[in-house]
């Protein structure tokens, strides 16, 4: 399934930034799945960086 592959190596992608940005390590045990909530943490830790 190539939608899957490029689906899987973005996310990987976006998991590893969401470790820099967030400075957990544990976010690549929680998958996919929750890619909302992960997004949502992200814009969170933005705004905080942002002021």
């Not at 909302?36 to 830790?45: G, I, M, N, Q, S």
């Amino acid at each position: 399934d190539k939608r899957g592959g490029r689906v899987r190596g973005v996310g990987r992608k976006t998991v590893e930034n969401i470790r820099e940005w967030l400075g957990l390590d544990n976010v690549m045990m929680l998958g996919l799945e929750v890619n909302e909530t992960l997004l949502k943490r992200v814009e969170k830790a933005k705004e905080k960086e942002n002021g």
